[in-house]
């Protein structure tokens, strides 16, 4: 399966940004997807996470509360919603996919997009 993100860009602290990702080459609904991010000099983290069909979603413990996950079938896309961002949060997001449902370990995704820079000033 093949991944693009796309939605990145600068905003300032306390706004919004709406990411969406892209599958194809694959069954969508055969796969868990998931967000990661990156920032300079830093491990790539776990954002969140939905499962195959959509019914199950995880998020990692920072944004719990401001960011929301979704799949659209008909589109094959998965979108994060991502509310009240702060200048921590400034790094590179990445969506990925893997089967057998969602891990918080990126090490265990392998498919990957080419990422998109999220900006956020103070």
């Known amino acids: 399966v093949q991944l693009a993100e796309s939605g990145g860009g600068s905003v300032q602290a306390g706004g919004s940004l709406r990411l969406s990702c892209a599958a194809s080459?694959?069954?969508?609904?055969?796969?868990?997807m998931g967000w990661f991010r990156q920032a300079p000099g830093k491990g790539r983290e776990f954002v969140a996470g939905?499962?195959?069909?959509?019914?199950?979603?995880d998020y990692g413990y920072l944004v719990k509360g401001r960011f929301t996950i979704s799949k659209d079938f008909a589109e094959n896309t998965v979108s994060l919603q991502m509310n009240d961002l702060n200048p921590e949060e400034t790094a590179v997001y990445y969506c990925?996919?893997?089967?057998?449902?969602?891990?918080?370990?990126?090490?265990?995704?392998?498919?990957w997009g080419q990422g998109t820079q999220v900006t956020v000033s103070s």
């Open positions: 990925a996919a893997r089967m057998w449902g969602v891990s918080t370990a990126a090490s265990e995704y392998p498919f």
């Open positions: 080459g694959g069954t969508f609904s055969s796969y868990a």
């Open positions: 939905v499962s195959e069909y959509g019914r199950t979603t």
